[in-house]
């Protein structure tokens, strides 16, 4: 057996060599240089020899298993809370790809159903005079007192009247105002009223024809024996009168109706109505529509594409 030397003092570690190396183990303790030195040194947890660290997940081994169960649960729900989190996001994801799609789907339908659609034109029913009027070419005469209109048939000539206003217009474009003064039949035939029957005609019809005379305010002398005018005479009038264009105006047998655009829905509907005063450009509506509303014009669709609830586009 080894002795130790006679100088080693005791609690002293001998020396070694420079090969032996001695363990470090100041880590065990834990050192406060302000401790007292009455104050004793608390030791430092350092895991044993072959002892595992602990993870966060095995750091609750040491708690009370109630404790353990709690912080567990709380866990799992945080686990299952992020999962939803991620299912919800992935579920936004989608839903916002597949509204895109359907979208854009939607658009290209709207589109091919516009680009279907007839294309109409529409004008309001308004309130304004209407005037029904009988045109016709004449020649200024001096067997009548001014101008003479000629008339080849009986149904226009029973529209007109003594006192009608009427308008004539020279071949320059001169407008003179004038009043009707006599309504005549004549024979073409007579000598008088041969070249007249021949100038307005074309030809000598072997028909009776009239001819009215027509007093005119002419104070500078414009109109000539001989000269050719036209002459418009007032027939008819009608004051405040709801008013539409002649050609939104069909006819179902003896019934006439219209068609009104509905500017919300883009869409048509029928509506009876009944008329009053008509003229070649306007038509009075007398029940069965209110002013401001929009109709058709029929000259712009097709009959065979209108139908109760069409949709169109307006022009």
Excluded: C
Excluded at 17 to 23: L, N, R, T
Excluded at 217 to 243: C, Q, R, S, W, Y
Aim: aromatic residues 4%; proline residues 6%.
């Amino acid at each position: 057996m080894r002795k130790h030397s006679s100088e080693t003092k005791k609690g002293v570690l001998p020396e070694r060599g420079a090969s032996d190396v001695y363990p470090d183990i100041s880590a065990i303790f834990a050192v406060d240089d302000n401790a007292s030195a009455d104050q004793p040194v608390e030791k430092a947890e350092v895991p044993l020899k072959g002892e595992r660290i602990l993870t966060a997940p095995d750091g609750i081994r040491h708690l009370p298993k109630a404790e353990q169960k709690k912080m567990k649960a709380e866990a799992k729900k945080a686990r299952r809370a992020r999962s939803r989190k991620k299912a919800k996001t992935r579920a936004i994801i989608v839903l916002s790809v597949l509204l895109a799609v359907l979208i854009a789907a939607l658009a290209i339908w709207l589109k091919i159903q516009d680009a279907r659609k007839p294309v109409v034109a529409v004008s309001p029913a308004t309130v304004q005079t209407l005037e029904k009027k009988y045109s016709a070419n004449g020649v200024i005469l001096t067997v009548l007192p001014t101008l003479a209109v000629l008339i080849d048939n009986d149904y226009d000539v029973h529209a007109l009247a003594k006192s009608q206003n009427a308008t004539v217009v020279t071949a320059d474009g001169t407008k003179l105002t004038g009043t009707v003064s006599e309504i005549r039949e004549t024979r073409p035939t007579e000598e008088r009223f041969a070249w007249l029957t021949s100038a307005l005609l074309g030809s000598i019809p072997e028909v009776p024809v009239y001819t009215v005379g027509t007093e005119v305010e002419d104070p500078e002398g414009l109109l000539k024996e001989g000269d050719m005018v036209t002459v418009d005479i007032v027939t008819d009038t009608a004051e405040n009168a709801l008013a539409i264009p002649s050609s939104s105006v069909f006819m179902d047998g003896p019934q006439p109706y219209v068609w009104i655009f509905h500017p919300f829905t883009k869409k048509l509907s029928r509506q009876d109505i009944s008329v009053g005063l008509v003229t070649e450009e306007k038509t009075e509506v007398l029940r069965g529509l209110k002013k401001g509303a929009k109709v058709l014009s029929g000259s712009s669709v097709p009959s065979a594409e209108l139908y109760d609830g069409v949709r169109v586009k307006t022009k």
